[in-house]
T-cell receptor, first 117, second 108 residues
Framework: GAVVSQHPSRVICKSGTSVKIECRSL??????MFWYRQFPKQSLMLMAT?????????EQGVEKDKFLINHASLTLSTLTVTSAHPEDSSFYIC?????????????FGEGSWLTVV | DAKTTQPNSMESNEEEPVHLPCNHS???????IHWYRQLPSQGPEYVIH???SNVNNRMASLAIAEDRKSSTLILHRATLRDAAVYYC?????????FGTGTSLTVIP
């Protein structure tokens, strides 16, 4: 099946700094990628939809200036958490839509643990 | 967002079949039913999806009710590696919105 890779898998940053997480589709082109956040023992929460070559679409309640999303190519989307605070510590997961076939299956990355200290 | 309802948790004995139910009474005619599972500290893994007809693949079977208001994921022989949170999701347009899922415990 299609492979989506995230980097880094774990990152620790100081409060007030910014951190970037990359999401790559390794064997297919993805015009649309998605970013989720997951707190411990909770479900995934969709943050934004990343569209190649255009602005991301954010879900209600997600601060676009804090969570910067760039989808510069058909295989790469990045999420930058700006001025990170301890409450931003979470598991961030990206996914990409593989077109073709029925249902347009979405494949997920391995996730990135962010700890803000 | 089309919503799904799943039991919070289920248990199964190893090597026995498991039936994971999902209710989606507000499903629209064009919504696909997707199932994913998530192991701790990993991204969700695709299991199976369908629209109207029952589906089988190497991982599981998906039984869809005739009125499409419910579906059941069937694991034919549960193994310890099948212990995970299973999510039933309706694809509405581009986005996937996750519900709470069912945490499956497999008892050796």
């Amino acid at each position: 099946g299609a492979v989506v890779s995230q980097h880094p898998s774990r990152v620790i940053c100081k409060s007030g700094t910014s951190v970037k997480i990359e999401c790559r589709s390794l064997d297919f082109q993805a015009t649309t990628m998605f970013w989720y956040r997951q707190f411990p023992k909770q479900s995934l929460m969709l943050m934004a939809t990343s569209n190649e070559g255009s602005k991301a679409t954010y879900e209600q309640g997600v601060e676009k200036d804090k969570f910067l999303i760039n989808h510069a190519s058909l295989t790469l989307s990045t999420l930058t958490v700006t001025s990170a605070h301890p409450e931003d510590s979470s598991f961030y997961i990206c996914s990409a839509r593989a077109t073709g076939g029925s249902g347009n299956t979405i494949y997920f990355g391995e996730g990135s643990w962010l700890t803000v200290v | 967002d089309a919503k799904t309802t799943q039991p919070n948790s289920m248990e199964s004995n190893e090597e026995e079949p498991v039936h994971l139910p999902c209710n989606h009474s507000t499903i629209s005619g064009t919504d696909y039913i997707h199932w994913y599972r998530q192991l701790p500290s990993q991204g969700p893994e695709y299991v199976i999806h369908g629209l109207t007809s029952n589906v089988n693949n190497r991982m599981a079977s998906l039984a869809i009710a005739e009125d499409r208001k419910s579906s059941t994921l069937i694991l034919h022989r549960a193994t310890l590696r099948d212990a995970a949170v299973y999510y039933c999701i309706l694809r509405s347009g581009n986005q996937f919105y996750f519900g709470t899922g069912t945490s499956l415990t497999v008892i050796p």
